[in-house]
């Protein structure tokens, strides 16, 4: 792997960080008026010693913060990341063993207090906004998949701040966070995947105490890492067997109350733990309201876990980019470097515009989010009624909007992800087929993207509901495109594409029966994705100061828009067909 420091390296992410996010707008979001500097203020509590009392401080923090992440993902631990994938994992007698070198570079990260990035400062945590997060995701991912989630899963219990009362938050958080625990998610079952409403697994409550029994598959670092502590967040049936998704809770089960009953052997990410995992009357705590599990819980687990797949593809992408630009210019065919034989070009220039479209669209998800979620979690502290905050036009528009873009940044990430490691390959030819070069695990690390965390067919279900009614009729999201057009003068090809998108929605909704409506639908997300980042690229040229910046992405937002109008033109296509 490449060793340098993985943000100061990234021109894009520098330029993304530098000039093209708005900070002011996430700040105000994530800070209010700046309460936990004050609150540090008048109470010293070491917690919130780092808390920013303006803009400057908070974007120079966030600086600092992405730095170090890209200090030690790209100079401490890629190094070692080979050997992470060919040492692998061992397991006897319910015990994981990582690879030695990789538990002593996650004890460092946590000895740096780098992981618990989501949470907030009272708890323990570094106090991020969501973009934040999914920037310095982006940074570790890079470096490595399984390192990324053996350093970071503790961020899965982000959700708690959203759904448990202040005596759980205050007694459970900082014992995860300074314990130095693994999180898992304990949704999967061998029997149940994407279908989560029909788990089996039963929580029972005697004597006044909860637990749980049943099997759970797939379950990523649920040993913890080399005898450090782990805990899962289990879903589980509190209703009858017929319950479906509202008889569904949510659960806390510590490691030591569980049985590891073996791990996958699997094609990729080798040194992360793909655990199955039995409980057998394990005593757990019910997290928030009985009921609420898979509805609510999951569904806001599953939007984090969304944006974390999202910055896995980009990360995982930019990785493949930055090994094949190296090699191709290295690497001397017919008396010239790779990278001026115009094929190889070809691959290398479209790899590097669709990672930033990547970037762009993971951005913009996160800040969707950062856009609702911190209001109405200040709202709900303060005491004020749920539904109340739900009320909120400006929660209710920025959450409709965010329930559109986190699966679509999900679905779009993941599947393009796969497509440049597959360009990688061909880049090094012969030497990527082979383990000697870095881009083969690479290639056989990013297929988990579409997979994990709800496949990219779940996301394409998940998104199609919001997006088509924003475009062919009402709705948030079509709302909010409609305002971005109007804030830029769009190219007379982002005008274009916007009009086929227009007629893709009308078509798809027009289709005869809901099978064929599920058939087609990925046809509207991925050409919806594909505009929203066209939209994306011609907002940031208005912000861009340097001519020859400007000029570059100008010619890069046309190529890309002209491969979108290629894919508009194989969707209309299908879709008219099938009308007449
Ligand atoms: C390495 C790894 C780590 C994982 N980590 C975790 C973890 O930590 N916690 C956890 O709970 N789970 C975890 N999982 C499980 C993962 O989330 C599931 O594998 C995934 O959600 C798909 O479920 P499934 O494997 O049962 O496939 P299935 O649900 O059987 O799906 C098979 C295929 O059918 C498609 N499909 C199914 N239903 C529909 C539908 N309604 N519409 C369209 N297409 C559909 C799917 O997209 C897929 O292509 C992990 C899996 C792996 C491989």
């Known amino acids: ?93 319910g015990v994981v063993t990582h690879p030695q070198k990789m538990a002593d570079l996650v004890d460092a990260f946590h000895s740096a207090g780098l992981p618990p990035a989501g949470f907030l400062r009272k708890f323990g945590g570094l106090g991020l906004p969501h973009t934040i997060k999914g920037l310095l995701l982006e940074i570790i991912y890079r470096c490595d998949t399984s390192f990324a989630i053996a350093m970071g899963s503790i961020n899965l219990a982000t959700i708690l701040q959203d759904i448990c009362d202040e005596e759980q938050k205050n007694r459970i958080l900082p014992k ?36 749980i029994t049943g099997t759970k598959r797939f379950q990523t670092l649920a040993c913890g890492v080399n005898g450090a502590p782990s805990a899962t967040l289990c879903l589980a049936r509190t209703g009858s067997p017929t319950s479906g998704a509202k008889g569904l809770s949510f659960f806390l089960v510590d490691g030591k109350d569980y049985e590891i009953a073996g791990i996958e052997k699997k094609m990729g990410i080798k040194s992360s733990a793909t655990c199955e995992v039995v409980m057998n009357n394990s005593p757990a705590e019910l997290l928030g309201k009985e009921g609420y599990g898979l509805t609510r819980y999951v569904m806001g687990m599953l939007n984090g876990a969304r944006m974390s797949v999202a910055s896995q593809g980009a990360g995982i992408a930019t990785a493949a980019y930055k090994e094949s630009l190296k090699y191709a210019q290295e690497r001397i065919q017919f008396g010239k470097p790779l990278s001026e034989i115009p094929a190889i070009k070809r691959i290398l220039d479209r790899m590097e515009r669709e990672i930033i479209g990547m970037r762009s669209l993971l951005i913009e998800g996160a800040r969707t989010v950062d856009l609702y979620h911190w ?31 986190t699966p679509l940044a999900k679905y779009y990430n993941a599947e393009m992800a796969n497509t440049i490691c597959y360009d990688a390959i061909q880049v090094f030819g012969g030497s990527g087929f082979c383990e000697d070069y870095d881009v083969a695990r690479l290639y056989r690390d990013v297929r988990i993207a579409s997979i994990w965390d709800g496949t990219s067919q779940i996301q394409v279900n998940a998104a199609i509901g919001p997006i088509s009614l924003g475009l062919s009729g009402s709705g948030a999201f079509g709302e909010y495109i409609k305002t971005k057009m109007s804030l830029i003068s769009p190219s007379e090809e982002l005008n274009e594409i916007y009009e086929n998108v227009k007629e893709i929605a009308i078509l798809y909704k027009n289709l005869e029966n809901s099978s064929l409506k599920e058939y087609y639908s990925v046809d509207l997300i991925q ?9 994306l690229f011609e907002e940031q040229e208005k912000k861009l100061k340097n001519e020859s910046v400007l000029q570059k992405r100008k010619e890069l937002r046309s190529k890309f828009n002209l491969d979108t109008l290629g894919f508009n033109d194989s969707a209309l296509r299908k879709l008219r067909a099938l009308r007449q």
């Open 1 to 93: 792997m490449i060793q340098s420091n993985y943000f100061e390296d990234n021109e894009d992410l520098i330029l993304q960080f530098d000039e093209l996010i708005d900070w002011q707008e996430i700040v105000s979001e994530y800070e209010g008026d700046f309460s936990d500097a004050k609150l540090y203020l008048s109470t010293q509590n070491p917690n919130l010693q780092m808390a920013p009392s303006n803009l400057g401080e908070a974007i120079d923090y966030y600086r600092e913060i992405l730095n170090s992440y890209g200090e030690m993902a790209g100079m401490e631990v890629s190094p070692y990341v080979a050997s992470f994938d060919s040492e692998g994992l061992q397991f006897k007698d």
């Open 375 to 405: 209001r109405s979690m200040r709202e709900k502290d303060s005491g004020k009624d749920e539904k109340e905050i739900r009320k909120d036009p400006h929660i209710q528009f920025w959450n409709s909007v965010s329930s559109a873009l």
């Open 527 to 535: 050409n919806v994705s594909r505009f929203l980042i066209g939209i």
């Open 176 to 211: 995860l966070i300074n314990e130095r625990y693994s999180v898992t998610m304990g949704l999967s079952e061998p029997d149940f995947g994407s279908d989560l409403s029909s788990v089996k697994t039963r929580a029972e409550f005697k004597d006044g105490k909860w637990y």
